[in-house]
């Protein structure tokens, strides 16, 4: 069993940055993978960002790309989601998730654990 929290949402003006966190219980933490989704009121939930175990390999959702980061740093059973030039329209609740495959993917019916959600909002 692997239990998720995230942190660091929080309210910012469009342009500014947030840093994510997400901290994760028990000792297998470097063998899963990693990912970010997010849901906007009304909106189903939509891929962020994923990490493989390693943090060799990272994919991108189209809407995040070049603007957000992801990481991790498994001594800490933590990973990150630097977001960068936000705006509006990344207002929503990000969820972090834990995937027993070990590799990174956006389909998230294949990650097992997911945390409560951290509200970001981002104003105009």
């Known amino acids: 069993q692997v239990q998720l929290v995230e942190s660091g949402g929080g309210l910012v003006q469009a342009g500014g940055s947030l840093r994510l966190s997400c901290a994760a219980s028990?000792?297998?933490?470097?063998?899963?993978?990693m990912g970010w989704f997010r849901q906007a009121p009304g909106k189903e939930r939509e891929f962020v960002a994923a990490i493989n175990w390693s943090g060799g390999i990272r994919y991108y959702g189209d809407s995040v790309k070049g603007r957000f980061t992801i990481s991790r740093d498994n001594a800490k059973n933590t990973v990150y989601l630097q977001m960068n030039s936000l705006k509006p329209e990344d207002t929503a609740v990000y969820y972090c998730?834990?995937?027993?495959?070990?590799?990174?993917?956006?389909?998230?019916?294949?990650?097992?654990?997911w945390g409560q959600g951290t509200q970001v909002t981002v104003s105009s």
């Open positions: 028990g000792r297998t933490f470097s063998s899963y993978a």
């Open positions: 998730a834990a995937g027993r495959h070990s590799h990174a993917t956006s389909d998230r019916s294949t990650y097992d654990y």
